[in-house]
């Protein structure tokens, strides 16, 4: 009687390999031929594990919760000291750093301010890869991450969200200041590529990372899990070369703005895992965590299956 074997598949496409930073801190994200945890099977390989960024903000945050004020302390007056203090403790892949003083509907932070601040901040981290964020206004977005990428021309950052309207100045930034661009559609697919492909005419593939929108337990999970692997089968199952960068899953701020999260700390921790869990599975290749406990347990996953 002939062994039975294991059906193993094979595929025809790989996600683009994309580098953050620079130097011994550069991160790498992409790069697999396969589906995630499916490298297990020798269906292909998974070169670079999922990496985790560390939620921060340009400004103290208001209302959140008290075990993750317990770990960083007063330094989250301050977002260089904040930055040091997360990767003293933490040791975080990369820094998710949101520019929400810059909205113009709040404090509306000059973009001379914030490029400031970010530099601060990134020089404090001592090298660890940064993402930057606006707050999605595009136009105040394209001010201040423009004098952003110019304050740290050459850092290779990874600035963000571009948006279908205002994708050209900011594509143009990266381009002319060395970093790269998060590419942001609202969760769907063809609006993905039609962006894709409009920024890959600025700035090539491997400096591009998709933001499809990562909503969270209680908030349209099902549906954001089924856009990121919807994403991965066009991309590696199908060759399109266009749906072949790796891809971000920024959770956290939706996360704990919930109910559940609000009124009970440790259900937030339960409600920001299993999010994380949940993108993981569906192939996203960094994800944005804000919670101590929460990175924590998501690190150990991650390295527990060797992604």
């Not at 993750?68 to 007063?74: F, R, S, T």
């Not at 143009?172 to 559609?185: P, V, Y």
């Not at 009124?263 to 895992?273: A, L, P, Q, T, Y």
Request: charged letters at 25%; glycine letters at 8%.
């Amino acid at each position: 009687m002939a062994e039975w074997k294991l059906p193993v598949e094979s595929y025809k496409g790989k996600i683009v390999e994309v580098s953050l930073g620079k130097g011994a801190r550069e991160v790498k994200v992409g790069g697999e031929n396969v589906f995630a945890f499916n490298q297990t099977f020798d269906e292909g390989t998974w070169p670079n594990p999922p990496k985790l960024a560390l939620e921060i903000w340009d400004k103290e945050p208001v209302g959140w919760s008290e075990g993750i004020l317990k770990v960083y302390g007063d330094s989250v007056k301050d977002p260089a000291k904040w930055v040091k203090k997360a990767i003293e403790e933490l040791n975080p892949d990369l820094i998710f750093f949101y520019l929400l003083s810059t909205d113009p509907l709040e404090e509306n932070r000059s973009p001379e301010e914030a490029a400031k601040v970010v530099k601060e901040a990134y020089e404090a981290g001592g090298g660890v890869p940064f993402i930057v964020y606006g707050t999605g206004n595009d136009a105040k977005d394209p001010q201040v991450l423009s004098k952003v990428a110019e304050a740290l021309k050459g850092e290779n950052l990874l600035l963000g969200p571009a948006l279908k309207e205002d994708y050209e100045p900011l594509a143009q930034a990266a381009k002319d200041n060395g970093h790269c661009l998060s590419a942001q559609a609202p969760m769907d697919i063809n609006l993905q590529k039609e962006l894709n492909v409009k920024i890959s005419r600025v700035i090539s593939r491997d400096r591009i990372v998709m933001d499809p929108l990562a909503p969270c337990v209680g908030v349209g999970l099902e549906y954001g899990f089924s856009i990121f692997e919807r994403q991965k089968h066009a991309a590696i199952s199908f060759g399109d070369e266009m749906m072949q960068m790796p891809m971000i899953a920024n959770f956290s701020f939706d996360v704990w703005k919930t109910k559940e999260a609000k009124e009970n700390e440790k259900m937030g921790i339960m409600w920001e895992e299993l999010t994380g869990i949940t993108y993981l599975l569906a192939g996203a290749n960094i994800l944005v965590v804000r919670h101590p406990e929460a990175f924590k347990k998501l690190k150990g996953f991650i390295e527990k299956f060797n992604m």
